[in-house]
């Protein structure tokens, strides 16, 4: 009886991981416990066991965008790390590093460009953008630590044509101490410029 109800359970996660990857590629949710409660919603799914991890859905969106993807999903993902890779060079002077899915290739139609950004005094990445005469809004943006700590780092948002480009403001001495990714709770994956352009190159 209890391997029953765990293969009902496993493929209850299956289904809903599955579900709450399209909600998220075809709705531009970006939040994965709000992507989990519109399927569980959906598929009339309201065990908690059967709740799949970040980590599981993200798989199954990397698998979509492979199945569904094709050559659009190609041509987005090229013009958001060449983006990024403009982006980098402008902020050069703050150690930029290129974060979250435009790094990982799990990129849906909404998704925009997320940078790190280091120093010591936020106020100067607003005046860099302000010589260069681009227009930004100021927002901010919300990282977890292994030590379950969590900080609001400030951010800096434009757009370079139609891409949403967003840097988020770190003290240099963070460049030590990757906040946790909200995938699979590890320390989250930062690229360099000469990074991003081996993957271009791929």
Sequence with gaps: MGR?????????????????????????????????????????IHERAALPGNDEIAAALGEQQRLFGGDAYLRRLAKLRKAAH????????FEPRL???????????????????????????????MERNIPYECCERRVRYSNKRSDAMPAYRFWAEDVAI????????ALRQAPTCPVDGRPMRRARLAELARLAQD
Excluded: W
């Excluded at 996660?13 to 959906?42: C, I, P, S, T, Y």
């Excluded at 403009?86 to 002077?93: D, I, K, P, T």
């Excluded at 967003?166 to 001495?173: H, Q, S």
């Design 166 to 173: 967003e840097g988020a403001i770190f003290p240099v001495a």
């Design 86 to 93: 403009n982006a980098m060079l402008l902020f050069e002077e």
């Design 4 to 44: 029953k109800r765990n293969d009902r359970s496993g493929h209850a996660r299956h289904m809903l991981a599955d579900e709450a990857a399209r909600v998220m590629r075809e709705q531009g949710v970006r939040d994965f416990l709000l992507a989990k409660k519109k399927a569980a919603e959906r598929l009339g």
């Design 99 to 129: 974060v979250g899915s435009v790094l990982s290739g799990m990129i849906t139609d909404t998704s925009d460009v997320n940078l790190h950004l280091f120093t010591d005094t936020p106020e100067a990445v607003a005046v860099l953008l």
